[in-house]
Every structure is written in C-alpha cells, then in structure tokens.
C-alpha cells in the first residue's frame, strides 16, 4: 500500500477452512463428505467488502502448509491488503467441520495457527490509514491474538478509525464466559459498532436477555450502535437517545445454507455504513447482503455488477 492510500476498513482476525457437510440438516456424526471454503467471520467480511470494491486489509495467521496457501491465493485473487498476514511456523491452518443448515450451525473447531497472530508484526502504517477496523470475538478468544488485535483497534481508534465487533461468542471457542465478557465491555469503551445474533447473546451472558435490556447494557459500555439479528424476523439496530429501528428479512424461497449469513449481513451493513448511508439503509443493504447468502452454500457469488443492482448502489 503507498503511503497515502487509505484503506476502507482492516478486518482481524480468525482465518480458516470452513469444511460444510454435503448432507443437509445432517448432524456432523451422519455426514458423509465435506466441501472445503475459506471461512473465519472476520474473512468473510474482509471478502465479501473486497467484492464490492472497497479497499481492505487483513490481519490474521495461517500455517506454512497447502490449506494456508489455498488461503493466501483466495485473498490474492480478491486483491486484498496482506501486509498483516502473518504466515507462522509449527502450527496447521485452522479448519473447521460445519453442519449445513437452515438454523444455527453444529461445528467443530480445530484450531491451529489462527490464535498466533504476533504484536510486533502488526502493520502500523495501515493501523495509522484506515477508515474502519473490525474482528470478532472468535478471534479475540486465545493468547497472543487477543493482546495483538485489542492493540491493533486501539491504535487505529487513536488514529480516528470508526471500530466493530461481531460478538459471535461459543462458549466451545472461549470457555471462560466472564473473561469473554470482559474483553468485550473493554472493547465497547472504543464506541464500537456491534453486530450480535439472539444465540451470541444468550451464549454471552448465560440467559435470553430482552434487547432493549441488551441495548442498554452496551450502550452503558461505550458501544456507538448496536445491530442484533433475529433470524428469519429481520434485524434490529439501536443508537443512544433514539428509537430503535427493526426491519424484517428479505423473504427467500429456498435456504440453500445459513453459514455466514451473519457475516454477509454486517458486510452489507458496513458497506452502506462507509458510503455515508443513513442507519435504516445501512439495516436494509445488510439484509438484502444475508439473502443472497441463504441462496447459495460457502460464500456471496463473484457478482459485483448484480450485488449492485440488488443493492440499488
């Protein structure tokens, strides 16, 4: 990146192989096969936003084996910054087998070298030149890549970058709720943007909260909006002093597959965000973004031009 090219938004960070199960709603113990796609929250947003033309940069590690070189061609092709991608030693790409489903997704994780993202190979130049930073709480849940991304964002934020989560907490991922919880309440002191779902919620706080009790329990923290996905009921978003803004989902026809249609959701959502939109067009462009997801298995399809349409962009 020259000197002066801003970036539009860093996304940090879990980057895997998602493996989805070629068995529809099949738990993971009757599945047969598997069809391999690059995954991790943060990836899927940093490649959904490529699509659309912004400007991004990464922050994540994979190993020095054929699924990391998978991965790095991927970003290659998407023309992705990777200043902040750190390829390491001794540890595998982390990969994860994924149910396919309509709901909430059975997984299980093994991780590898996702969590070995190091401090002092962190690119402060781009930390110092972006307009957004965003990770997730998958990527904050093990040492050293929690120290290294909660540096990164405050560094962008003190360089005046706009921050984001998404709280997409599984007690699996981090078992220690309280420390999650912690991490994230430190986090919101940045006025974030946070995206959660009603299953990160209740997984993040032990109980169904109520949203406006969630709303206020986030805003009290720092958090600048707050967006919170109900499934197939739509989205709803909350910024201080103001009515909350719910919107209903986009009807589909037929769910092809429910795995990353958060991501695509907030992907949208920052994309309107960054073009200045106003917040119910933000909520729109996001859940117009999460069905186009539902029709198809592994990621959005390379169809800028049509994306655009949709998004009457």
């Given at each position: 990146?020259?000197?002066?090219?801003?970036?539009?938004?860093?996304?940090?960070?879990?980057?895997?192989?998602d493996?989805?199960?070629?068995?529809?709603?099949?738990?993971?113990?009757?599945?047969?096969?598997y069809?391999?796609?690059?995954?991790?929250s943060?990836?899927?947003?940093?490649?959904?936003?490529?699509?659309?033309?912004?400007n991004?940069?990464?922050?994540?590690a994979?190993?020095k084996?054929?699924?990391?070189?998978?991965?790095?061609?991927?970003?290659?092709?998407a023309?992705?910054?990777?200043?902040?991608?750190?390829?390491?030693?001794g540890?595998?790409?982390?990969?994860?087998?994924?149910?396919?489903t309509?709901?909430?997704?059975?997984?299980?994780?093994?991780?590898?070298?996702?969590?070995?993202?190091?401090?002092?190979?962190?690119?402060?130049?781009?930390?110092?030149?972006?307009?957004l930073?965003?990770?997730?709480?998958?990527g904050?849940?093990?040492?050293p890549?929690?120290?290294?991304?909660?540096?990164?964002?405050?560094?962008?934020?003190?360089?005046?970058?706009?921050?984001?989560?998404?709280?997409?907490?599984?007690?699996?991922?981090w078992?220690?709720?309280?420390?999650?919880?912690?991490?994230?309440?430190?986090?919101?002191?940045?006025?974030?943007?946070?995206?959660?779902?009603?299953?990160?919620?209740?997984?993040?706080?032990?109980?169904?909260?109520?949203?406006?009790?969630?709303?206020?329990?986030?805003?009290?923290?720092?958090a600048?909006?707050?967006?919170?996905t109900?499934g197939?009921?739509?989205?709803?978003?909350?910024?201080?002093?103001e009515?909350?803004?719910?919107?209903?989902?986009?009807?589909?026809?037929k769910?092809m597959?429910?795995?990353?249609a958060?991501?695509?959701?907030?992907?949208?959502?920052?994309?309107?965000?960054?073009?200045?939109?106003?917040?119910?067009?933000?909520?729109?462009?996001?859940?117009?973004?999460?069905?186009?997801?539902?029709?198809?298995v592994?990621?959005?399809?390379?169809?800028?031009?049509?994306?655009?349409?949709?998004?009457n962009?």
């Amino acid at each position: 990146m020259s000197q002066n090219q801003q970036l539009d938004i860093i996304c940090a960070g879990e980057t895997l192989i998602d493996f989805i199960g070629n068995q529809k709603e099949k738990p993971i113990a009757e599945i047969k096969d598997y069809h391999r796609y690059l995954g991790g929250s943060p990836t899927n947003v940093a490649m959904n936003l490529a699509r659309f033309g912004l400007n991004v940069g990464l922050i994540a590690a994979i190993g020095k084996d054929g699924f990391g070189a998978y991965i790095k061609a991927r970003f290659e092709e998407a023309e992705i910054n990777l200043d902040g991608l750190q390829e390491v030693d001794g540890h595998p790409t982390t990969v994860i087998f994924v149910s396919r489903t309509e709901g909430s997704p059975e997984f299980i994780p093994m991780r590898g070298a996702d969590f070995q993202i190091s401090q002092n190979e962190l690119p402060a130049a781009n930390l110092n030149n972006t307009r957004l930073f965003h990770c997730s709480c998958f990527g904050l849940s093990r040492q050293p890549a929690r120290s290294s991304i909660l540096a990164a964002a405050a560094q962008a934020h003190a360089a005046g970058a706009t921050l984001s989560i998404d709280i997409n907490y599984a007690p699996s991922i981090w078992p220690d709720r309280e420390e999650a919880l912690e991490v994230v309440k430190n986090y919101c002191a940045m006025s974030p943007l946070i995206k959660a779902s009603l299953d990160d919620v209740e997984r993040i706080f032990g109980y169904a909260m109520a949203p406006d009790e969630l709303f206020k329990t986030l805003h009290d923290w720092g958090a600048k909006m707050i967006c919170l996905t109900l499934g197939k009921k739509g989205a709803i978003l909350s910024q201080p002093g103001e009515a909350p803004i719910e919107l209903p989902a986009m009807k589909v026809e037929k769910i092809m597959d429910a795995t990353g249609a958060g991501d695509a959701f907030w992907s949208g959502f920052l994309f309107a965000y960054l073009k200045e939109m106003a917040p119910r067009d933000c909520m729109s462009t996001g859940l117009k973004t999460a069905a186009i997801k539902l029709q198809n298995v592994g990621r959005i399809p390379d169809y800028a031009s049509m994306l655009h349409t949709v998004l009457n962009l």
